[in-house]
């Protein structure tokens, strides 16, 4: 410190010097004597603070300067000023290294110098200030998590998890038309999001290889070409959809294995076994900045698989160890109490069949998709001797599939084509077809409806059904049932099927494996996704914790909350034909209107500029009546269109369309009042020169 105050007091002479003033020597004396009684006392205090004793220090050099008188600046002192100036910087850099020692700071004399008490308020400040910064936790990181489809519905399974600029979707299916979707052949997700947000998609991860989640894959990659990852057999099921296409020279297909971890922008995928209906099913641990997000996709916990292992239980349980933030758990069958049967236990069942009926043809109607249930009858149809044969184009194609991977065993010469089924006694042969859940166009539905060109129902066959019904599909189901009761066929739908999806008890030992933060049931309606939500509550999540999500609903889920922040556009886009999107709410509207009402056309004939009615109005009627019986009523029909066409001539309305209106207003109300019904009327007006 004395050191300090003799630096201070030499930078002082030195500042004074720079503007020519000698002082007297006895001042310099009395104040260095003050200065060194000031720190005699501070060095007897040995309480008080290095910063204490440097701010006095400070403060005697602050106090002898501001003393110091100042005077003009003299031209002739230019070589002292320079000495001047060289020992104040040598000062400065002296007492600077003395400063980086102690830890103190030290401000060189200026004209603004601050106060010995506004520098010690400074770095009092600065040093609270970066303690609280060390000690202030960092904001969470968010995901979004945005299901475009799957839910309040069967089928049609897509949803996009995004972090700042990437994206990846899971899953992209379609959904079979209900009955009101007159004329529709598929309905897939819309997309609208994905495309807008195009340069942050990185890709889809397929969980298995089912329709409601690989089937709008070939309409949505002509639309968005991303990378698609999967397992074997689900790459070769959406390869073969994608030549169908005539798109699979430009897709990106890309196979994983259990266990693989597939990056994609911020998010980590991992692909973990698990039990479905089809093999190669797998669940995603999605790994994001946020937390590792689990999903499961469609599963069952099987023991005792056809094909390959059961679910890895063990990697789920370290994924539970390790932290999972959020699960996403199939709620298909989460109203129904227990456990799912094994896939083995339908295998006994066309065992004891097969035995019981070994005089008759047995036709066996699936999912074309279930290869374990394939390969069970054709175990049982190899051990009773029986040929097979496989009808149904989506069933030939999965089966040439999963046996050219080699997911399926067929003995040699078990298998013949159907052309070849009059060789042999019809005891003696197999039929594994589609149509199990009542598509009119399926092989089963025309077999029952005498339209099947190869394959007719006799007395003595026996139908197996060995699938449940999906909601929406039970009236056409029993449809088909009933036809083939009718035509004397034995039709058996007991004990011969078990689910893919997992019962309550599967479902809380998932939660408990895993041990979710949140929890968001998926894939199911609305009385399933309930369902979910009090499993999850039953093993102990928060209900506050549990979400109950919608189609386009922005989940925002972070490391403390779990909530809706946002909507988007989502919902469904219907194919008809090669048609894409071009039907939509008004074309189904007409069309159910055309089904309910039918159309009557107006054909009339009006002279060009007098709009005098030349020939007409002929009346066609299509859906309503029939004409032939109809005369008087088609009669007074073409009088009331004659009559408002008079109308339109007597106000002068020569517009076309206002004399349109008025026709078709006219025989509105004229049907509705002696029919009481309302048919589509379309007036056609040709002009004559």
């Not at 909601?471 to 058996?492: H, T």
């Not at 979710?516 to 939500?533: N, Q, S, T």
């Not at 339109?648 to 009042?673: G, M, P, Q």
Request: hydrophobic letters at 35%.
């Amino acid at each position: 410190m004395q050191r300090i105050m003799q630096e201070s007091k030499e930078l002082s002479e030195a500042s004074t010097n720079e503007f020519g003033e000698k002082p007297e020597k006895k001042v310099k004396k009395e104040r260095t004597v003050n200065a060194r009684l000031k720190h005699e006392q501070g060095t007897k205090k040995r309480a008080t603070s290095n910063e204490e004793n440097t701010a006095e220090a400070l403060k005697a050099n602050t106090t002898e300067e501001k003393s110091l008188e100042k005077k003009p600046v003299r031209r002739t002192g230019t070589r002292k000023s320079k000495t001047a100036e060289s020992k104040r910087d040598a000062g400065i850099s002296e007492v600077s290294e003395e400063m980086k020692k102690t830890g103190a700071r030290y401000v060189a004399p200026d004209r603004n110098v601050p106060s010995l008490a506004e520098q010690v308020s400074n770095i009092l400040m600065e040093n609270t200030n970066k303690k609280r910064r060390g000690r202030a936790k960092k904001a969470s990181k968010k995901v979004k998590i945005i299901p475009l489809g799957g839910l309040e519905q069967i089928g049609m399974n897509i949803t996009a998890f995004e972090y700042e600029d990437s994206i990846m979707v899971v899953d992209c299916g379609l959904a079979f038309p209900s009955d009101d979707m007159l004329g529709i052949d598929l309905v897939i997700p819309d997309i609208t999001y994905l495309k807008d947000n195009y340069l942050k998609v990185k890709g889809f991860c397929i969980t298995h290889g089912h329709e409601d989640h690989i089937g709008a894959l070939p309409y949505i990659l002509k639309q968005l070409n991303v990378p698609v990852y999967g397992t074997k057999l689900t790459c070769a099921l959406i390869e073969k959809k994608l030549k169908e296409h005539q798109i699979d020279d430009t897709a990106k297909l890309n196979v994983v294995k259990y266990g693989d971890t597939v990056k994609l922008g911020d998010f980590n995928v991992e692909f973990v076994k698990t039990n479905h209906s089809i093999a190669d099913a797998a669940a995603l641990a999605i790994h994001s900045p946020a937390g590792t997000i689990f999903h499961t996709g469609d599963f069952k916990v099987d023991y005792t698989p056809v094909f390959g292992d059961p679910a890895d239980l063990g990697r789920m349980a370290e994924i539970g160890k390790q932290g999972c933030l959020a699960m996403l758990c199939d709620s298909t069958n989460a109203t129904r109490p227990g456990f799912t049967m094994s896939e083995r236990t339908v295998g006994k069942t066309f065992d004891m069949i097969f035995a019981e009926h070994k005089d008759s043809r047995i036709i066996v109607a699936t999912f074309a998709s279930n290869v374990d249930r394939v390969q069970q009858i054709i175990n049982t149809a190899y051990k009773y001797d029986r040929k097979v044969v496989v009808e149904g184009r989506s069933m030939v194609n999965v089966i040439g599939t999963a046996a050219d991977l080699g997911y399926i065993d067929i003995p040699e010469g078990t298998l013949i084509d159907i052309d070849h089924l009059r060789d042999y006694p019809q005891e003696k042969t197999v039929i594994i077809t589609t149509g199990s859940q009542g598509e009119s166009m399926a092989a089963l539905s025309r077999m029952a409806s005498s339209i099947h060109r190869k394959v007719e129902i006799v007395p003595e066959d026996v139908v197996i059904m060995s699938s449940t019904p999906i909601p929406g599909n039970e009236k056409a189901v029993s449809k088909v049932i009933n036809e083939l009761s009718m035509k004397g066929a034995e039709v058996i739908f007991q004990d011969t099927h078990v689910s893919g999806h997992a019962c309550q008890e599967e479902i809380k030992l998932m939660y408990s494996l895993l041990k979710p933060k949140f929890a968001l049931p998926v894939h199911g309606e609305y009385r399933h996704l309930m369902a979910g939500r009090g499993l999850a509550e039953a093993v102990g999540i928060p209900s506050e914790n549990v979400l109950i999500m919608s189609s386009g609903d922005v989940v925002e889920l972070g490391e403390d909350s779990c909530k809706i922040v946002g909507h988007v556009e989502a919902g469904g886009v219907f194919v008809d034909g090669l048609g894409v999107g071009d039907v939509g709410n008004i074309v189904l509207r007409d069309r159910q209107s055309l089904s309910q009402n039918g159309i009557i056309i107006v054909a009339m004939s009006l002279e060009h500029g007098t709009n005098r009615l030349l020939s007409g109005p002929d009346i066609v009627s299509r859906g309503f009546v029939y004409v032939r019986e109809s005369t008087d009523l088609m009669n007074e029909a073409s009088a009331v269109v004659r009559e408002a066409v008079a109308d339109c001539l007597h106000a002068r309305i020569t517009d076309w369309a206002k004399i349109k209106n008025v026709v078709r207003d006219s025989l509105s109300e004229f049907l509705w009042k002696r029919m009481k019904r309302n048919p589509v009327i379309l007036p056609i007006i040709m002009e004559v020169h």
